[in-house]
């Protein structure tokens, strides 16, 4: 049957990948054929999530008496999951005709196509089951409203810890007057990493401890420095889900289970630090943190941060480098529109993030690039992108075709997510898939794609943090948090 939406094949195709479909074009494609329809009307769609925070995206659809209504379904549906993984949110509420808001009320529902996402945002993540509202009039939908608590103050004065908790280290940095606290001879008074493994660990008290005890380390730093100094505020990142500084969704905390436990004693974990340690504590999603690391190097905001690790993550700061408070959750946006893309298979929607710009992605590529390993495991996602980099290493054309599709897709999705992220000045991108020889290509495919096909983003810097940065700058940039 043939798809009412048209997508648009792409002018630079992915060398592994002839059927990818960039969202890119066939939105821009979707829009122009509305605007020369004269039957163009609103869609206007806001977005809640915790303390009535609020974002809204506009575009515009086709009358549903026009014959090419149909293709409205596709769009709508697709922009409502982009936003959702951008923001973050339980409540939508949405201008435009009732067929379509009803038809995204059972795609959103126990049985409906996207019942991960409503269940992920709702129940799990803001404790709220998902509602999607019509709203009949465009004053109907609540306006934008960012709220308290975004904003980012680095000309701050004192000591501060700064933190950074991953799935096989815990960073932790001393900072001093809006940045890192350096020794006489330059270096820093404290910026180490310590090995844990947190996600077996089934007693919370573990995991405070482990916590607490990187805090206490960078305390005595201070003390040993001026013994009559006092803490004044702790900021922190770390990798998973934070609604108000409560742990919704973690690997770290995997081990803290039934979900009623979890609830109990893992999601306040931070506000219990806080309160032991009686001073301003901040927690932001580890990918807003790197970006603001590298807002803080670059001197500028408008920095979208994209890490291709061993998923994606993803983070913004925006133009007066404040983080929005939005989830930034881009493994699971999508960016391909092929309905016979890879199907992710957590969330069960094809086409998304993860399954491009990750260790996912190159797995998923060997096999189409002609390249066998035997000896390694399918799921052995890390061995696998060692291996691939070392034919890389070696001139290995099936490598480089690897990469190369890999390029494809980043300069398409960068322009993609520029239609949602507004502005865009610079891409930080950081983590193992982009190291090496491979990411060099996949950023030259990137920037050609651009220039070429986005002449108006060919002023996008692309932006690679140095040693020094990731050693130091996440859990640094951590400390300036708390507006206290």
């Known amino acids: 049957m043939k798809m009412p939406f048209r997508l648009i094949k792409p002018v630079t195709v992915p060398v592994l990948d002839p059927d990818f479909r960039p969202p890119v074009l066939a939105n821009r494609a979707f829009l122009a054929e509305v605007d020369a329809s004269g039957a163009a009307i609103p869609l206007i769609i806001a977005v809640e999530r915790d303390q009535q925070r609020v974002s809204r995206f506009e575009s515009r659809i086709f009358d549903m008496a026009h014959p090419r209504a149909a293709a409205n379904f596709f769009y ?32 959103y529902s126990d049985t409906g196509i996207r019942a991960f996402d409503a269940e992920f945002w709702g129940d799990q993540t803001y404790e709220h089951e998902m509602e999607i509202i019509h709203a009949p009039a465009p004053e109907d939908v609540p306006p934008a409203n960012d709220g308290a608590g975004s904003a980012v103050k680095l000309d701050w004065t004192g000591w501060r810890i700064g933190f950074d908790l991953g799935a096989s280290d815990r960073k932790v940095a001393v900072a001093k007057d809006g940045k890192l606290a350096l020794k006489a001879d ?32 960078a305390e005595k730093a201070v003390k040993a420095i001026d013994p009559q100094a006092r803490i004044e505020a702790i900021g922190g990142s770390s990798a998973g889900v934070y609604v108000d500084g409560r742990v919704r969704v973690a690997s770290l905390f995997r081990g803290i289970t039934p979900r009623e436990r979890f609830d109990r004693e893992a999601a306040p974990i931070f506000k219990e630090i806080q309160k032991a340690w009686g001073i301003p504590l901040r927690l932001e ?52 529109y092929n309905p016979r893309a890879a199907v992710d298979e957590w969330s069960r929607d094809f086409g998304v993030g993860a399954n491009y710009f990750s260790q996912q992605a190159v797995a998923r590529l060997i096999h189409a690039a002609g390249i066998e390993m035997p000896d390694i495991p399918e799921a052995a996602f890390p061995l696998r992108l060692k291996r691939v980099q070392e034919l890389m290493a070696n001139g290995d054309e099936r490598a480089r075709r690897i990469y190369e599709t890999i390029g494809v897709y980043f300069g398409y999705s960068v322009a993609h997510y520029c239609s949602f992220y507004n502005p865009v000045r610079h891409i930080e991108v950081l983590g193992r898939v982009v190291s090496g020889e491979g990411g060099r290509i996949i950023l030259d495919l990137a920037r050609d794609v651009l220039n070429r ?3 108006e983003l060919s002023g996008v810097d692309f932006y690679e943090p140095d040693e020094r940065e990731k050693r130091h700058g996440q859990a640094a940039a951590a400390a300036s948090l708390p507006i206290a």
């Open 186 to 217: 330059g270096e820093p008074v404290l910026s180490e990493e310590y090995v844990w493994d947190p996600k077996p660990q089934t007693d919370i008290k573990w995991h405070f401890d482990q916590i607490n005890w990187v805090l206490k380390e």
């Open 453 to 455: 096909e986005f002449p």
């Open 285 to 336: 999603n580890d990918g807003d943190v790197t970006a603001l690391a590298g807002a803080i190097s670059l001197g500028d905001g408008a920095v979208l941060g994209l890490a291709m690790g061993s998923s994606l993550a993803g983070g913004y700061v925006d133009e007066n480098r404040a983080i929005k408070g939005w989830m930034n959750e881009l493994a699971f946006a999508p960016v391909d």
């Open 76 to 107: 709508v549906e697709r922009i409502l999951k982009f936003l959702l993984w951008q923001f973050g949110g339980w409540k939508v509420t949405i201008h435009a005709p009732l067929e379509l808001v009803r038809w995204l009320q059972a795609c």
